[in-house]
């Protein structure tokens, strides 16, 4: 099976900017979460989407949202960029239900604003 | 509410010799938790999970981690170090109840000396 992929891999956005990264899961799987990673705050959970809802939202301001396609593909979208949001932004998967599955993480995005 | 700490921010080890990397969770459930391991400019990878099983789990590339309730902790151990598995170690735990929301510690970073 193929893992989960991200897209792009690295991006530069100038401030004031807004920007859209997507997230390819595991095939089968129907829930898909966003962490941001930073040295200062650690790995952070945005958001986790499952069946094209939004089933949990972490302690991020509007600007950051996402959502999810029928086929389980997601993106996340932040507009309005702050030189804080220069972080590694990695998603994972997991089928959405159940206690025992593990999540697998994608590769990241890595977004420097400037 | 469910939280883990990892008792170190960085574990510096000779090759060959054990390695121990600690983790204290908090939890008024039965937790699940988990050990990512991440190499530089990687994502992260799944190493080993507790999901109220075996207290003793296996994992990949010879690392396993001890569940102890009395103790609250779930450390992660390895006999023999090897120069490939100097990398960040993030000690998980599976929020309950809210899907697949992961809660991360800050992270412990291995480095193994030749």
């Known amino acids: 099976k193929a893992g989960v992929t991200q897209t792009p891999r690295y991006l530069i956005k100038t401030r004031g900017q807004q920007v859209t990264l997507s997230c390819s899961p595991i095939?089968?799987?129907?829930?898909v979460s966003w962490y941001q990673q930073t040295p200062g705050q650690g790995l952070q959970f945005l958001f986790e989407?499952?069946?094209?809802?939004?089933?949990n939202k972490g302690n991020f301001p509007g600007r950051f949202s996402g959502r999810q396609f029928s086929n389980s593909r997601s993106e996340m979208n932040v507009s309005t960029l702050e030189l804080g949001d220069s972080a590694l932004y990695l998603c994972?998967?997991?089928?959405?239900?159940?206690?025992?599955?593990?999540?697998?993480f994608g590769p990241g995005t890595r977004l420097t604003v400037t | 509410a469910q939280s883990v700490t990892q008792l170190d921010s960085h574990v510096s080890v000779s090759e060959g010799t054990p390695v121990l990397l600690r983790c204290n969770y908090s939890?008024?459930?039965?937790?699940?938790l988990f050990w990512y391991v991440q190499h530089p400019n990687k994502g992260l990878q799944l190493l080993l999970k507790?999901?109220?099983?075996?207290?003793l789990v296996k994992g990949i590339n010879g690392f396993e981690a001890e569940f102890k309730k009395s103790e609250t902790s779930f450390h992660l151990t390895k006999p023999s170090a090897h120069m490939s598995d100097a990398a960040e170690y993030f000690c998980?735990?599976?929020?309950?109840?809210?899907?697949?929301?992961?809660?991360f510690g800050q992270g412990t970073e291995l480095s193994v000396k030749p």
């Open positions: 994972a998967s997991w089928p959405g239900q159940g206690i025992s599955y593990e999540q697998y």
């Open positions: 095939s089968g799987h129907r829930s």
């Open positions: 989407y499952f069946s094209e809802t939004q089933r």
């Open positions: 939890s008024s459930y039965s937790p699940s």
């Open positions: 507790y999901t109220s099983a075996a207290t």
């Open positions: 998980v735990v599976l929020i309950y109840n809210q899907g697949g929301k992961l809660i």
